[in-house]
C-alpha cells in the first residue's frame, strides 16, 4: 500500500494534467512552477510511476490536422487458434496506433480490434487488402470515424473533480 500522496506530488499531478512545455527541458520549466529542480521533478515523477501512480506522459495527437483523413477501427472475426499471430502481425504495420484482442460478444462476435490512420482512401484501401492477406480473417467490418472528439483525459485534484476535501 503506498503512503497518502504529499502536497508536492499533488501539485506536480496537477502540473502534468496540464499542456507540457515544448522545449529542451521542460522538467525543468515544471521544476520553477514547483519550486523545485527538474532533477527533482524527474525524480518525484520516477516515484510515482514507481508506486503505480502514474501511467505514462504522452502526446496526443489530432491526426485529422496532420493528414491522416481516414480514420478507422477495423475489427476482425480471426480463428481463435491464429488471434495472436495476427495480432502480432497486424502491428507491424505502421499505420495501426492500437490493437487488442477481447472476447467475443454475441452482439458483437469480433475478437480482434486495430485502429487504423490513413491519408487516403486509395492508401487505405492498399493497407485494407494487405492486413486482410495476413490476418486472414473469417469476416472484417471497418468502422469509420466520422468526426474527431475533443480529446481529454481525466483531471484529478481540481476543484471541479472533488478531489480537493
Known amino acids: 500500500m503506498n503512503p497518502p500522496l504529499t502536497d508536492s506530488q499533488i501539485a506536480l499531478i496537477r502540473l502534468l494534467q496540464e499542456e507540457f512545455p515544448l522545449c529542451e527541458r521542460p522538467f525543468d520549466v515544471l521544476g520553477d512552477a514547483l519550486g523545485v529542480s527538474g532533477e527533482q ?5 520516477r516515484e510515482l510511476q514507481r508506486q503505480g501512480r502514474l501511467k505514462r506522459i504522452a502526446a496526443a495527437l489530432y491526426h485529422r490536422s496532420v493528414g491522416y483523413t481516414i480514420n478507422s477501427m477495423l475489427v ?19 499505420q495501426v496506433t492500437h490493437c487488442y484482442v477481447r472476447s467475443r460478444r454475441p452482439e458483437f462476435d469480433y475478437n480482434l480490434y486495430t485502429m487504423v490512420h490513413e491519408r487516403s482512401e486509395a492508401r487505405f484501401l492498399k ?39
Not at 83 to 89: H, I, L, Y
Not at 143 to 158: A, I, P
Open 127 to 165: 493497407l485494407l487488402e494487405e492486413m486482410e492477406r495476413r490476418i486472414r480473417p473469417i469476416r472484417y467490418a471497418s468502422l469509420r470515424s466520422l468526426r474527431e472528439l475533443k480529446k481529454t483525459g481525466m483531471k484529478y485534484f481540481t476543484e471541479e473533480s472533488g478531489d480537493l476535501e
Open 76 to 94: 476482425w472475426d480471426v480463428p481463435e487458434d491464429r488471434v495472436s499471430e495476427a495480432a502480432a502481425a497486424v502491428t507491424e504495420f505502421p
Open 41 to 45: 521533478v524527474l525524480e518525484m515523477t
